[in-house]
């Protein structure tokens, strides 16, 4: 889905693909150059550089008439690239709005793992005073939720795997898309334990167990394998509530 932000009052069309944000590579012309066409901006400037702008994708955004047109598109870095050969009295408040413009969406991204990471928290604690009121001490809960990411990584060591040591919490170098995996399988096995009325570590084990390998089956099915998910910075380092997620 594309949406609209504006530099100095100009629109600027942006979307997501992949992972990344891409800009209308064509707004980004008007906005700078005040330029009546910028099709045709775009054509001469690509014919008169030596090095060609092959970083550009082709990306559907919303037209002017509503309809989902393709349009040449760029991340933050490739349109910094563009505006090198602008020459515009714009460019440098426009470098410094691109600037501000990433550091929100670094916000929004950090904010999102943070707030997927305190969900978390919660349905596990949810789930250890399930446990505990079935016989299960902390170490016991310690246990199940260990057998719960060998289901969801098939086995994997993750703590080599991310590079941390063995008494780091994984969960704090997780991306957003595990952390909200493990909260959806902790919640559903924290009802079944209630459910089927289930007593001692092995069976809530086992329930936990369960529920990780459906959530491991989904994103493989529809992403990757979870254990190829990259990790991510330290939680704790982006969040001014520390003491809330140790």
């Not at 693909?17 to 906005?31: H, K, M, N, P, Q």
């Not at 809960?141 to 990584?153: C, H």
């Not at 289930?198 to 086992?206: R, T």
């Amino acid at each position: 889905m594309s949406e609209l932000i504006k530099f100095e009052g100009t629109a600027i069309r942006k979307t997501e693909f992949e992972g990344e944000i891409y800009y209308s590579v064509l707004d980004v012309i008007l906005a700078l150059t005040d330029s009546k066409n910028p099709k045709v901006y775009w054509s001469q400037l690509k014919k008169r550089e030596s090095q060609p702008f092959t970083f550009c994708k082709q990306l559907k955004l919303k037209a002017a008439d509503g309809r989902m047109r393709s349009t040449d598109c760029a991340t933050r870095t490739g349109i910094l690239r563009i505006i090198q050969s602008i020459p515009s009295p714009k460019a440098e408040p426009f470098k410094k709005w691109m600037a501000e413009v990433g550091s929100e969406r670094i916000d929004e991204q950090s904010n999102k793992r943070l707030e997927a990471r305190r969900k978390l928290q919660e349905s596990q604690n949810k789930l250890y005073e399930n446990a505990k009121s079935r016989g299960v001490d902390e170490e016991g809960f310690n246990e199940v939720l260990r057998e719960g990411d060998k289901a969801l990584f098939n086995g994997e060591n993750m703590h080599e795997k991310y590079g941390i040591d063995e008494e780091e919490n994984l969960d704090d170098h997780m991306h957003e898309l595990l952390l909200r995996g493990k909260d959806f399988a902790t919640a559903i096995t924290n009802v079944n334990v209630s459910k089927k009325d289930l007593f001692g570590k092995e069976n809530i084990s086992d329930e936990h167990t369960r529920q990780n390998k459906e959530v491991r089956d989904v994103l493989k099915r529809q992403v990757t394998e979870p254990e190829n998910i990259p990790p991510q910075e330290d939680i704790k380092k982006l969040s001014p509530r520390k003491k809330e997620l140790e």
